[in-house]
């Protein structure tokens, strides 16, 4: 069993910038990838980024948020961060943490644990 605990969501000025944590606690293999989606109001959920945990791992960033986010992991401390700069009004949502053994997947239900969410909100 793994638990995610996200951290760090709040309100920002558009063109502002915010770190998303998620820790992982529990029984983690060690080959696992780690994600964050995002759903805004009346819209589909969507992945955003994706990391894995081994060296040379793939990391995977959705159009909408290359070159504006980075996602980075700490292996020793079982974290991944989302940072989200220059960031955008429909960048507005609730994000998830959530955790997937083996590489990534873009679908929500291919992955095994999910974090509570945590929102964002992003005013024009």
């Known amino acids: 069993q793994v638990q995610l605990v996200e951290s760090g969501g709040g309100s920002v000025p558009a063109g502002g910038s915010l770190r998303l944590s998620c820790a992982a606690s529990?029984?983690?293999?060690?080959?696992?990838?780690m994600s964050w989606f995002r759903q805004a109001p009346g819209k589909t959920r969507e992945i955003v980024a994706a990391?894995?945990?081994?060296?040379?791992?793939?990391?995977y960033y959705s159009d909408s948020v290359k070159g504006r986010f980075t996602i980075s992991r700490d292996n020793a401390k079982n974290t991944v961060y989302l940072q989200m700069d220059t960031m955008k009004f429909e960048d507005t949502a609730v994000y998830y943490c959530?955790?997937?053994?083996?590489?990534?997947?873009?679908?929500?239900?291919?992955?095994?644990?999910w974090g509570q969410g945590t929102q964002v909100t992003v005013s024009s």
């Open positions: 529990g029984r983690t293999p060690t080959y696992f990838t």
């Open positions: 959530v955790y997937r053994i083996g590489r990534y997947s873009t679908t929500w239900d291919d992955h095994q644990y």
């Open positions: 990391i894995s945990s081994w060296s040379g791992g793939a990391i």
